[in-house]
């Protein structure tokens, strides 16, 4: 093979190196699917986006649709509240409290409704009202099993304790969303 001079070798180098950046900028670099904010209703025929309990003691979210997708978390953690945001046949795209998204199956997940208790220890009231008693205080992280949310307030369970809590102090329940 024939060594090009200096300059064409070099005019050569940059024309490589230019092409190859008009290619990566012309081919998208593969993103993960965008969740889908405006659906209301999944193939189910449930509202997406919506929240939804891990049921086993050991769910795995895949990076696809499918058992050939690779496992990318497990799951060991019965009871957490995930957020089904995409349906596709027996397979529920989810989002964790971490911001995690992958699919599931929809064996692996339930109606039943938790929430994660969200920032700093908090305080459940015996009404729901900030004047009212101070029942008990709750550690972030903890799920609490939700019993009935209505406007600010969400009257939640752990253990056989009940309280009130601010719906905002919880991850797993949507704004304006009632429960119960």
């Known amino acids: 093979m024939a060594r090009l001079p200096e300059s064409r070798y070099a005019a050569a180098m940059l024309f490589a190196l ?45 990076a696809g649709p499918g058992d050939r997708y690779p496992v990318t978390w497990v799951y060991v953690r019965k009871g957490l509240p995930v957020e ?19 699919w599931m199956n929809k064996q692996l997940i339930s109606g039943n409704r938790t929430a994660i208790v969200a920032g700093k220890v908090r305080t459940l009231y015996g009404t729901p009202d900030l004047q009212g008693r101070a029942m008990w205080r709750i550690a972030p992280g903890a ?14 369970d752990r253990g056989g304790k009940s309280g009130y809590i601010l719906r905002a102090q919880l991850w797993g329940v949507t704004a304006g969303e009632n429960i119960g």
């Open 143 to 156: 799920i609490v099993r939700v019993v009935l949310c209505s406007e600010a307030w969400c009257r939640v």
């Open 18 to 62: 230019a092409l190859a950046a008009a290619t990566a900028a012309a081919v998208p670099a593969a993103k993960p699917p965008a969740v889908d904010r405006d659906a209301t209703e999944g193939l189910s025929g449930l509202p997406v986006p919506r929240f939804v309990t891990v049921k086993s003691d050991r769910a795995y979210l895949r």
């Open 84 to 102: 089904v945001v995409r349906e596709y046949g027996i397979w529920r795209q989810v989002r964790d409290i971490g911001g995690s998204v992958g």
